[in-house]
């Protein structure tokens, strides 16, 4: 079973950025797709980025993020990051990793990011 645990999060201004982090420890990675997903207060958690762990995957945006927002990883450490640039209120939200797809989704205990205008 893969834990996740998400690190990196807090409190900028708007135009600054964050790089969040994924550690995934238990079982192989390999073949699995891994990301980001957001809730922002009184909204439902959306889709941010994915990439799945095999070499040369080609990531996956939310056009709202798009440009700004990058996806890695680094697959000795196994880890994922998410570097996010000229972030703005709407960015404001608990960032959740996770790993897999459908009801076998596991997902990371979420970290905190605020940007203020």
């Known amino acids: 079973q893969v834990q996740l645990v998400e690190s990196g999060g807090g409190l900028v201004q708007a135009g600054e950025s964050l790089r969040l982090s994924c550690a995934a420890s238990?079982?192989?990675?390999?073949?699995?797709?891994m990301g980001w997903s957001r809730q922002a207060p009184g909204k439902e958690r959306e889709f941010v980025a994915s990439i799945r762990w095999t070499a040369g995957s080609i990531a996956v945006y939310n056009e709202s993020v798009r440009g700004r927002f990058s996806i890695s990883k680094d697959n000795a450490k196994n880890i994922i990051y998410l570097q996010m640039n000229n972030l703005n209120a709407g960015d404001t939200a608990v960032y959740y990793c996770?790993?897999?797809?459908?009801?076998?989704?596991?997902w990371g205990q979420g970290t905190q990011v605020t940007v203020s205008s």
């Open positions: 996770y790993r897999g797809v459908g009801s076998s989704r596991s």
């Open positions: 238990g079982s192989k990675l390999s073949g699995d797709i």
